[in-house]
């Protein structure tokens, strides 16, 4: 019993900092900020997104695909954050949010969408 406790404790010890340490890096990777969408692509979840291209698809009722200089990347804007915007797909929009790495595959979850410039 005396040997027992001891190694529980230190059983318990292991876990609890390893668990704290991989907490500490998924925090850490998700607090990165990308600003293109081949970053985006490879970004952890949760990662904060800052992207500024092209709406050149639209997929659904909230789902576009976003075009930049480095590659497309699929986002989700609630219809309601378009509400008083006219666009084409060569108007240039800046995007912020966050990225979803889910089952179908990584998209940004849009939070806000300002109009840079419109062109044509």
Excluded: Y
Excluded at 83 to 95: A, K
Excluded at 105 to 112: A, H, K, T
């Amino acid at each position: 019993m005396r040997i027992i406790m001891p190694l529980v404790l230190a059983l318990g010890l292991i876990t609890a900092t390893a668990t704290a340490l991989t907490h500490a890096a998924n925090t850490e990777q998700a607090s990165r900020q990308v600003n293109n969408t081949h970053e985006a692509l490879k970004a952890a979840d949760g990662a904060r997104a800052i992207l500024n291209g092209q709406l050149v698809k639209r997929l659904d009722n909230k789902h576009f695909v976003l075009r930049d200089a480095s590659g497309e990347i699929k986002v989700e804007i609630d219809p309601v954050l378009l509400r008083t915007l006219t666009l084409s797909d060569r108007t240039q929009v800046e995007l912020r949010g966050k990225i979803d790495n889910g089952w179908r595959g990584p998209e940004v979850e849009i939070d806000s969408i300002r109009l840079v410039t419109s062109q044509g």
